[in-house]
T-cell receptor, first 115, second 113 residues
Framework: QQQVKQSPQSLIVQKGGISIINCAYENTAFDYFPWYQQFPGKGPALLIAIRPDVSEKKEGRFTISFNKSAKQFSLHIMDSQPGDSATYFCAASSYSGAGSYQLTFGKGTKLSVIP | DSGVTQTPKHLITATGQRVTLRCSPRSGDLSVYWYQQSLDQGLQFLIQYYNGEERAKGNILERFSAQQFPDLHSELNLSSLELGDSALYFC????????????FGPGTRLTVL
């Protein structure tokens, strides 16, 4: 059972445009929602994260929007650049006791920013 | 650079063999998580250790096992390897001010022939 659904699977955006990736979750116990960026041959890198007590978090060109009632969150990349071309994963986690926070990942979105 | 190191970077082996993947967490992090990344399954959580003790299990096969040593490095052992075990294996570590934040290593690419 996929607990975090991510869309689209792939995305092509013009340089300078806005990239939008969406995720939806089912488990209401999730209380931490990070986004990871992965370049080919590299490990996922933590990009930005949000907790459900806020509806939006912005860091530079990256913004997370969070809708708790709809159980959805999204990543917006403003002024997209060719260097942003990578695979983006949304994730969700909850504390499961004894120092354990398990991340459940979406399937990923391959973003291509064309000049 | 996340501060998490993994060795080896690449591993090629044959079916039925056994391999060991190694991970060193960021300095000060007590938790180590192992993930498998394949094209069709995405990133799947395998197992977590915290300060030497197993804390959580995900979709880990019985042929796979892990441990965390007193110096906090961790090893993932994969045995009786099958073609389908070919994948990228990542470890991540967390700790310090925020146990939620997991920082990933560069991964080990395992190819089973």
């Amino acid at each position: 059972q996929q607990q975090v659904k991510q869309s689209p699977q792939s995305l092509i955006v013009q340089k300078g445009g806005i990239s939008i990736i969406n995720c939806a979750y089912e488990n209401t116990a999730f209380d931490y929602f990070p986004w990871y960026q992965q370049f080919p041959g590299k490990g996922p890198a933590l990009l930005i994260a949000i907790r459900p007590d806020v509806s939006e978090k912005k860091e530079g060109r990256f913004t997370i929007s969070f809708n708790k009632s709809a159980k959805q969150f999204s990543l917006h990349i403003m002024d997209s650049q060719p260097g942003d071309s990578a695979t983006y994963f949304c994730a969700a986690s909850s504390y499961s006791g004894a120092g354990s926070y398990q991340l459940t990942f979406g399937k990923g979105t391959k973003l291509s920013v064309i000049p | 650079d996340s501060g998490v190191t993994q060795t080896p970077k690449h591993l090629i082996t044959a079916t039925g063999q056994r391999v060991t993947l190694r991970c060193s967490p960021r300095s000060g992090d007590l938790s180590v998580y192992w993930y498998q990344q394949s094209l069709d399954q995405g990133l799947q959580f395998l197992i977590q250790y915290y300060n030497g003790e197993e804390r959580a299990k995900g979709n880990i096969l019985e042929r796979f096992s892990a441990q965390q040593f007193p110096d906090l490095h961790s090893e993932l052992n994969l045995s009786s390897l099958e073609l389908g075990d070919s994948a990228l294996y990542f470890c991540a570590s967390s700790g310090g001010n925020s146990y939620n934040e997991q920082f990933f290593g560069p991964g080990t690419r395992l190819t089973v022939l």
